[in-house]
């Protein structure tokens, strides 16, 4: 069965703070990894996408990957108030489309 | 950019109704879906289409229809709107079937 489970929060960091978002998959052959950030009453907005194992930086964003561990994660560094919102985990599972977590929400406090 | 536009942010329908939401997207993409996204139950996919006329169910297909006329249009059709459809209505599309996915500004479908 296709699984990606994230966190719900809600996780709360300071201003400035690094956040850490983090998601489990069920199937060790999956290839294709994707953060999505979501605001309140929005659609899902793509904000990294993570094929290889290591790290991937983006401006404040840094995604990684551990495929041997099914694990894959987003970290946000100096995080500010407008990052507060819902980040989706999506993964592609050999032979399908997008699974999609449920999301963690995430609360930057001024 | 990719641009993928829906015909109604707002929509209020009657229960028994029949609503059409749609979908269109500029980037030539092979691949569009149609979730709903309801509170504690994340994103859910009600339909996807690989290619013009074609579909595939998704995991909640019961009291929806869809149709791809064109490569760049793909409508959701409730047949017989009930209260347990309202919801947020999302359309994305992809280059990929396993790949990135665009998404629209959604619709959010209340139904009476």
């Known amino acids: 069965q296709k699984e990606v489970e994230q966190n719900s929060g809600p996780l709360s960091v300071p201003e400035g703070a690094i956040a850490s978002l983090n998601c489990t998959y069920s199937?060790?052959?999956?290839?294709?990894f994707f953060w999505y950030r979501q605001y309140s009453g929005k659609s899902p907005e793509l904000i990294m996408s993570?094929?290889?194992?290591g790290d991937k930086e983006d401006g404040r964003f840094t995604a990684q990957l551990n495929k041997a561990s099914q694990y894959v994660s987003l970290l946000i560094r100096d995080s500010q108030p407008s990052d507060s919102a819902t980040y989706l985990c999506?993964?592609?599972?050999?032979?399908?489309?997008?699974?999609f977590g449920s999301g963690t929400q995430l609360t930057v406090l001024p | 950019d990719v641009k993928v536009t829906q015909s109604s942010r707002y929509l209020v329908k009657r229960t028994g109704e029949k609503v059409f939401l749609e979908c269109v997207q500029d980037?030539?993409?092979?691949?569009m879906f149609w979730y709903r996204q309801d509170p504690g139950l994340g994103l859910r996919l009600i339909y996807f289409?690989?290619?013009?006329?074609?579909?595939e169910k998704g995991d909640i297909p019961e009291g929806y229809s869809v149709s791809r006329e064109k490569k760049e249009r793909f409508s959701l059709i409730l047949e017989s709107a009930s209260t347990n459809q309202t919801s947020m209505y999302l359309c994305?599309?992809?280059?990929?079937?396993?790949?990135?996915?665009?998404f629209g500004p959604g619709t959010r479908l209340t139904v009476l």
């Open positions: 994305a599309s992809s280059p990929g079937l396993g790949g990135e996915q665009f």
């Open positions: 289409s690989y290619d013009v006329k074609m579909k």
């Open positions: 999506a993964v592609n599972f050999p032979g399908g489309q997008l699974t």
């Open positions: 199937d060790r052959g999956s290839q294709s």
């Open positions: 980037m030539d993409h092979e691949n």
């Open positions: 993570i094929y290889s194992n």
